[in-house]
């Protein structure tokens, strides 16, 4: 019997390799206000936190006027979504280890640092929303990644603990919040990394590891 039962992901960078759309957007809107950053910068200090997260670390580090954040959060959002619409489209891979996953009783959870909006889009587009039995977002929690409450959440929405999980994360603030939250993690570099057999080979390590541990301490 294995010891996972459910399956967290986060989204960007994990089912869908949006990054790049990410960063495109926040930078058009910052444009305007003459304080762009590098795609390296964004990689190395901005990955994977929510848009209202790196305007206030942009007020820190640049100088960013906090009365401006309003304005460009919501004009980020708007190319966003402009990207989204364009370039999210099915990617049968992730499909196909969704539904395999859900055919063998895993309960699958999707927990995202972006708003909601945009959460429901990506995952339309993507024809993914329907293998999901919980479907989080920033707006859903108080404190996003990397602080670890919108895995704890979706955990007490599925009705399990940490320790029947397995967390999908690809960048550092993801990860510090599945470990934090206390489940198993597999870290992946891009989506295309997310497939059935890879998951299954994670599910299979912690069975293992378990086993060892139990067979040591009998």
Known sequence: MTLIEAILFDM???LIDAREWHYQSL????QLFGKTISRQDHLDNFDGLPTRKKLEQLSIKRGLPHQLHEFIDDL???HTFHIVNEHCHPNFRHEY???K?????????LCSNSIRRTVDLMMELSNLSQYFDATLSNEDVTRPKPDPQ????????LGETADHCLIVEDNDN???AAIDAGGFLLR?????DVTYDAIKKAIKSVDANRTIKGERGS
């Open 12 to 14: 960007d960078g994990v």
């Open 101 to 109: 996953l859900k055919s063998e009783g895993y309960k699958l959870a």
């Open 150 to 157: 919108i895995y704890q959440l979706a955990m007490k929405k």
């Open 97 to 99: 280890a969704l539904s």
């Open 174 to 176: 993801g990860v510090k």
């Open 27 to 30: 930078n058009k809107a910052l």
């Open 76 to 78: 980020k959002q708007k």
């Open 188 to 192: 992946v570099q891009s989506p295309q």
